[in-house]
C-alpha cells in the first residue's frame, strides 16, 4: 500500500490534535522508510519481477527487519515511546504507536503472500488485493480522500503556507501515485531504494504545512 498509509496519518490527526501531522507521516510510514536503508545495506532483497501482482513490478523476497510483523510491532511500541519519552503527552503516544503498526496490517491486504510474521518465519501472508487493479484503486483512494477530507475539515489555514502546501502535497502524493502505476517498470531494486530514501522528505513537508495550520 501507498498512498493508504497517509490517509491514517491524515485521519489520526483528529485523534490526536496536539501530534504533528510529521510525526504521524513517519510513523505510517516508517516501515517504508526503514526498507530502503535495509535494501540498500544488503539485509534485506528485491527485484523487479514485471507481473508479480497487476499493481506493482516489485518482488519482496526477503525483508524480516522492515516488514515482519514480529518487527513492525517493535518499531511500533519504539516509536509510541518515543515520542512519550519526547512530549509526555501518553494518548498522543498511543496513537503513533498505532499509527505506525497500522502500516504492517495494511500491507498485509495488498500484498500477495510475502509478508513475514516474524524474521525466519516460514510462513508468509499477504491478500492480493494488488492482484486486482481496480480494487486496488478503490481502496486506496476512497482511504485517501476521507483521510484528507477529515484533515482539512479538523483544522484550517493560518497563512499561505498552510492554504497551499497542504494541497500542494496532497496533489504530489497523488500525482507520484498515478506515476507509479502508469509508468514504466523500474529500471533496477537499487533505484527503487533511492527514490525510497527521498520519502524520508515527506514527513518534514507534512511538519511544515501542519505548523502553519490551526484547529
Not at 38 to 44: M, P, Q, S, T, V
Request: with cysteine; proline share 7%.
Amino acid at each position: 500500500m501507498f498512498i493508504g498509509h497517509y490517509a491514517v496519518a491524515f485521519a489520526a490527526k483528529r485523534a490526536a490534535p496536539r501530534v504533528s501531522l510529521g510525526v504521524l507521516v513517519a510513523a505510517t510510514s516508517l516501515l517504508d522508510l526503514l526498507w530502503p536503508l535495509c535494501l540498500l545495506l544488503g539485509w534485506e532483497r528485491a527485484r523487479i519481477d514485471p507481473g508479480n501482482t497487476a499493481f506493482t513490478p516489485l518482488a519482496f523476497v526477503h525483508y524480516p527487519i522492515s516488514h515482519s510483523l514480529v518487527s513492525a510491532a517493535g518499531w511500533s511500541l519504539l516509536c509510541g515511546l518515543v515520542y512519550w519519552g519526547a512530549t509526555r503527552y501518553r494518548s498522543g503516544a498511543v496513537v503513533v504507536a498505532l499509527v505506525a503498526l497500522s502500516h504492517w496490517y495494511l500491507d498485509a491486504l495488498v500484498h500477495r503472500p510475502d509478508l513475514p510474521l516474524y524474521p525466519g518465519s516460514p510462513l508468509r501472508v499477504g491478500l492480493g488485493i494488488w492482484n486486482s487493479i481496480p480494487a486496488t484503486l478503490l481502496l486506496e483512494g476512497a482511504m485517501f480522500a476521507g483521510g484528507v477530507w477529515l484533515y482539512a475539515a479538523a483544522t484550517r489555514a493560518k497563512d499561505a503556507v498552510g492554504r497551499y502546501a497542504f494541497p500542494g502535497f496532497v496533489v504530489f502524493m497523488a500525482l507520484a501515485y498515478a506515476g507509479n502505476l502508469l509508468g514504466p517498470p523500474p529500471p533496477s531494486w537499487q533505484a527503487v531504494a533511492w527514490v525510497g530514501i527521498a520519502a524520508w522528505l515527506f514527513p518534514f513537508w507534512a511538519e511544515w504545512f501542519d505548523r502553519h495550520r490551526v484547529r
